[in-house]
């Protein structure tokens, strides 16, 4: 498991300030690892801070590289490249919090509590940015083209039958 990386996310947003840096995937949580086909790679990430107009605080974190996963389909460990960028807005109040989430269904927000896991952060990011279930494109594509199944048309014995008929 990797190191936490702690952070007060409201200072960190009021104060412009910017992480970046790479984390090995063998680091990464248990939760992240069971949907992978193994532990090889790196990802890179960079955390920046910012607050609006209207004085709301913002994390943007962005998460790049590559992961291997297996493929749905043909059970065959494949690559899956993770591009996942997110904006997070911070909220001091739960009354908050819960208006403006209801309000814009959208919004990617949470509770700005005195240290925030960034690496917690990441391993989220990736979970909620890797497929349900992931296929190769063009996964037995092959295959399906070369069996071509003739279904039996149901009303081809009524043809016949009534061919019988007229005789």
């Known amino acids: 498991m990797s190191e936490p990386i702690l952070i007060d996310p ?3 947003a009021r104060e412009g300030l910017t992480l970046s840096g790479d984390v090995a995937v063998a680091t990464l949580d248990g939760r992240v690892l069971e949907a992978l086909a193994d532990t090889n790679g790196t990802l890179r990430y960079a955390l920046s801070g910012s607050v609006d107009k ?5 994390l943007t974190l962005s998460v790049d590289g590559e992961v291997t996963v297996t493929c749905q389909r ?4 494949m690559v899956q490249v993770l591009q996942l960028s997110s904006a997070i807005t911070l909220f001091s109040d ?3 919090l ?3 989430v209801e309000a814009d269904e959208e919004l990617d927000a949470i509770m700005a509590e005195p240290e925030l896991d960034v690496m ?3 391993e989220d990011e990736i979970i ?3 497929p349900v279930s992931p296929k190769h494109e063009a996964c ?6 070369s069996v071509k199944v003739e279904k039996p048309n149901p009303f081809a014995v009524l043809a016949t039958l009534k061919k019988n008929q007229a005789r």
């Open 120 to 122: 917690a952060l990441i």
């Open 140 to 145: 037995g594509q092959d295959v399906l083209d």
């Open 98 to 100: 819960a208006e403006a």
């Open 10 to 12: 409201l200072a960190f």
């Open 128 to 130: 909620m940015g890797l």
């Open 74 to 77: 043909c059970l065959v460990p």
């Open 94 to 96: 739960e009354e908050k």
């Open 54 to 58: 209207l004085r709301r605080h913002h």
